[in-house]
């Protein structure tokens, strides 16, 4: 299967695309398309969620499904994925539940899951500062002498942060194993990526950093997975951090929130509909002979459980027990949250008697 | 031993690094220097750049990686260099190492210490005698301590790197050379715990950090006017142990609270408050506050006119006595 991405010159500037083979059996060809396209019936099921009132907002992947789940896809099962609250579709593909993940949209907790259990950080909104998170654990790895990687996935609005910069820095000085993976929407919220920087490619900035530095389409998901599967194996092998800057769309709005029809024209989501990641990544399956259509049903048929799961579970789901609120902020509850505890609890059985 | 408070720190750190291999120190100038006031003096030779390295200048940088270190399973010690430069750590301070824990419903906890040197007194340029203190009390998930004595330092901060939720270890940089005659390792009061460091029964002087001394000297410069003080060391500023601080002001009935820090909406407010909230029906006189002004940290050359003194300690006092 063939990929393609640009190398940044060490001296600065773009290298030519270099065609890339991958060695991926069917197999393993057909989970990457499976993955993506449950990623995008989770992340539509999750918009409509949203509609219906069960999630209070949320941050849609689609048209980014290439980026993450090829990203997601190079790790092994002791790395760690850092993500930032639009990657719901790359901590799906990790093999995060769904549901759990959905925890921060609906408001029941602000992580749902277990990062120890999945080696997938929380959801992260401010920022950028997840990169450093990541940086410090790649540290943390390479002190120890743990073949362990950290991929962290960065927005291009978040890439104008202090954090990108710090982190991106720091991971340099200390050859940390860690990739970072920019995914470029061309949107921080409504600010084409045009305004928020001076430059034809963030990928660009890995010269400034001492570090290998790659361009790929980020809807092109081989191109994506391998571009990334060569930054993993690199850092796991000692060779350091790398900038991936992966070219995509972000095809709804910055939430359910957001209107898109004040800062960009309907042509121009068209245009990037044309190119989208699963539809391109079918064709090539076709033609190769590895899909057929009794696998296309499959999935369909496991997406509509899944997104049946979803609906029951999150529908109408209650809120959970108030006094929660004081158990998680220290390991110990001070006296003076034990204190507030029972005034809430006075309040809740008052309220209760009422009823 | 008569011993410095930097010694009794630095002693620390390298016991507890001795003691724990996951502990790591890093920071701004940590390592081949020791640090810019030496309180990491020798961790590097003794211990290796994998376990005490210096880091480029970036706090956020710092702190940020603090957290993925934590994660895996490190305990990391990080320098902010001074107390004005902490701020652009406040980020990761406030959105993360404090609300990790919370965040993850309680799968992941922050073992991470934050040292950070504050305070005035040392004739330094601006932004090198901030008191930040209450932006950290009032930010919940963050446990903040700051010593008043070298023996106390010590046992803070062995504390501190042994806890399981993240620290902030507030250093009082101008008490660094302040001498204690003390055999360490020294035992101390938990974290979470004042300590009353003078009994007395006139009224109760309520310091922590660089205070602490003041709060001493004007207790015992007024034994002269035949004031017997009781001094309480607040220690540890969250949680505050306002049990301690109750029963000291329920047996004086008058009560003052000494911190560099302007005072407006300052860590002194949360103290008389709560004071007054506690023991109300034993106080003979309202919590006063001795303080800095509320205005920017002055110019060193007229700072000792802002830093609160035990003159001033001891008018407040005779305010209270007069009421």
């Known amino acids: 299967m063939a990929a393609v991405w640009q190398e940044v010159a060490p001296e600065g500037g773009l290298q030519d695309p270099v065609d890339h083979e991958l060695a991926l059996d069917d197999a ?12 995008r019936r989770v992340d539509r099921q999750a918009v409509n969620l949203t509609r219906q009132g069960a999630l209070g907002v949320f941050a849609s992947s689609h048209g980014q499904e290439a980026a993450q789940v090829g990203a997601v896809f190079a790790l092994e099962e002791n790395d760690w994925l850092f993500p930032s609250y639009r990657d719901t579709v790359g901590v799906f593909a990790r093999g995060v539940d769904i549901v759990e993940t959905l925890a921060l949209f609906q408001g029941s907790w602000h992580c749902g899951f277990d990062p ?50 710090e982190a991106m820095n720091m991971a340099s000085v200390y050859q940390a194993p860690v990739v970072f993976m920019i995914q470029n929407n061309q949107y921080a919220i409504s600010v084409p990526v045009q305004l928020q920087m001076h430059t034809s490619s963030i990928a660009l900035r890995a010269v400034g950093y001492g570090m290998p530095g790659v361009l790929v389409d980020g809807n092109d998901v081989l191109s994506v997975y391998g571009a990334a599967r060569e930054a993993v194996e ?52 076709r033609e190769a002979g590895v899909a057929d259509d009794d696998f296309l049903a499959g999935i369909e048929t496991e997406g509509e459980a899944i997104a049946a799961r979803m609906r029951d579970a999150l529908y109408g789901a209650p809120a959970g027990d108030p006094c929660e609120m004081f158990d998680h902020v220290y390991a110990t509850a001070t006296p003076q949250l034990q204190a507030q505890r029972v005034t809430l609890e006075r309040e809740l059985a008052a309220a209760e008697a009422t009823e | 031993m008569t011993i410095t408070m930097a010694a009794a720190l ?11 291999d996951t502990v790591i120190v890093y920071g701004e100038d940590v390592g081949r220097l020791g640090g810019v006031f030496r309180i990491t003096d020798g961790l590097q030779a003794e211990w290796g750049s994998e376990r005490c390295f210096d880091t480029p200048v970036a706090e956020s940088g710092i702190v940020g990686t603090a957290i993925g270190m934590a994660l895996y399973g490190l305990r990391p010690v990080v320098e902010m260099q001074f107390d004005g430069f902490s701020y652009p750590a406040l980020d990761q301070v406030i959105s993360h190492v404090a609300k990790y824990r919370n965040r993850t419903r309680g799968a992941v906890g922050l073992p991470i210490v934050i040292r950070i040197p504050y305070g005035g007194g ?30 106390d330092a010590y046992a803070l901060l062995r504390a501190a790197i042994e806890y399981v939720d993240p620290v902030i270890f507030l250093e009082p940089k101008r008490r660094y050379w302040q001498k204690e005659d003390v055999e360490l390792p020294a035992d101390g009061l938990p974290i979470g715990r004042a300590l009353v460091r003078r009994v007395g029964t006139t009224a109760t002087l309520i310091a922590y950090g660089p205070m602490v001394t003041t709060a001493m000297e ?94 001033r300690i001891l008018d407040a006092v005779a305010h209270t006595l007069e009421y």
Do not use: C
Request: net charge negative.
């Open chain 1, 28 to 39: 393993r060809l057909r989970s990457l398309y499976r993955l993506m396209a449950l990623g």
């Open chain 1, 234 to 285: 690199r850092a796991r092998h000692g060779g350091g951090p790398t900038l991936i800057e992966a070219v995509t769309y972000r095809m709804e709005g910055h939430t359910t929130a957001d209107d898109q029809t004040r800062y960009r024209s309907a042509e121009e989501v068209d245009h990037w509909r044309e190119r989208d990641p699963l539809a391109r990544f079918l064709t090539v399956l």
């Open chain 1, 116 to 165: 120890m259990r999945y080696r997938v950080a929380p959801l992260t909104t401010p920022l950028a500062t997840q990169a450093l998170h990541a940086t410090g654990l790649a540290m943390a790895a390479r002190l120890r002498h743990d073949p362990i990687v950290a991929l962290t996935f960065i927005g291009d609005g978040a890439a104008s942060e202090g954090d990108t910069h």
């Open chain 2, 10 to 20: 630095n002693t620390a750190l390298r016991d507890a690094m001795r003691d724990d």
């Open chain 2, 218 to 311: 004007a207790a015992e410069a007024a034994t002269a006017d035949g004031w017997d003080l009781e001094v309480v060391d607040v220690r540890t500023l969250s949680p505050l142990d306002t049990d301690t601080l109750a029963a000291s002001v329920t047996k004086t009935g008058r009560a003052v609270v000494v911190h560099e820090a302007p005072r407006f909406a300052g860590y002194g407010a949360e103290i008389a408050a709560t004071l007054s909230e506690r023991v109300f029906g034993h106080l003979a006189a309202p919590v006063l506050r001795v303080t800095g002004f509320d205005i920017p940290y002055p110019p060193a050359k007229i700072e000792r006119h802002y830093l609160p003194t035990a003159d």
């Open chain 2, 122 to 151: 040392i004739g330094a340029v601006e932004h090198h005698s901030e008191s930040p203190e209450a932006y950290y009390a009032h930010t919940a998930g963050l446990t903040v301590v700051s010593p008043g004595s070298p023996g």
